[in-house]
């Protein structure tokens, strides 16, 4: 079974601090991808990468960034929490661009104060 | 999340009653379609898939049927139980590798 798991599930930070939410799936597939949700929006796409190194911007990258030194690891980093960033986040991972069936971490539920 | 059930379109059913979920999607181009469930906590999980070239594929106690023309997809599960109580949201994919996520329908399932 695939497993993609993601450091928290629950932070609380303040206003203005730097915050890392990790991601780590094991199933060496080559796409990672690092989306919001929120309750009336839905799911929004942030930041996705497609291969180590190399990331691409989602729908709604701003006060966001992302690293992936390694194939099974993609960071999501907020450089300066904002109240607004308070969400739930959730980490994707897929096989290859033509097969796409995403599969899901569980969760971190983001507060910031 | 918890909280992602919020401002979602609701299905109420009985166990043990089939039931339908719908969803429009909006590309005609798009050529391969998911079906999640989101259960309360959790983060999405994949029941089933079906791909442009296939009006209909069945899963265990899910089918899902695609509907090109009109650009709807809808998903079945049969002898719904309390456990299949949850948010369930398509995505529909158009050869970028991203997928676009629909807002989801909440299914209540009441014993």
């Known amino acids: 079974d695939v497993k993609v798991t993601q450091s928290s599930r629950y932070l609380v930070k303040r206003t203005g601090e730097k915050v890392f939410l990790e991601c780590v799936q094991d199933m060496d597939h080559e796409n990672m991808f690092w989306y919001r949700q929120d309750p009336g929006l839905g799911l929004r796409l942030i930041y996705f990468s497609y291969d180590v190194k190399m990331k691409e911007k989602g729908d709604i990258p701003e006060g966001y960034s992302v690293s992936r030194e390694k194939k099974e690891r993609f960071s999501l980093i907020l450089e300066s929490a904002s109240t607004n960033q308070t969400s739930m986040y959730l980490c994707?991972?897929?096989?290859?661009?033509?097969?796409?069936?995403?599969?899901f971490g569980p969760g971190t539920r983001l507060t910031v104060l | 999340g918890e909280n992602v059930g919020l401002h979602l379109p609701t299905l109420s059913v009985q166990e043990g009653d089939n039931s339908i979920i719908n969803c429009a999607y909006s590309?005609?181009?798009?050529?391969?379609f998911i079906w999640y469930k989101q259960e309360s906590g959790k983060g999405p999980q994949f029941i089933i898939d079906i791909r442009s070239n296939m009006d209909k594929r069945q899963g265990q106690r899910v089918t899902v049927l695609l509907n090109k023309t009109v650009k709807h997809l809808s998903l079945q599960i049969a002898a719904t139980q309390p456990g299949d109580s949850a948010v369930y949201f398509c995505?529909?994919?158009?050869?970028?590798?991203?997928?676009?996520f629909g807002k989801g329908t909440m299914l209540l399932v009441s014993p």
């Open positions: 995505a529909e994919f158009s050869g970028y590798s991203t997928l676009t």
């Open positions: 590309n005609s181009a798009s050529d391969y």
């Open positions: 994707a991972s897929s096989w290859s661009p033509t097969t796409d069936t995403q599969y």
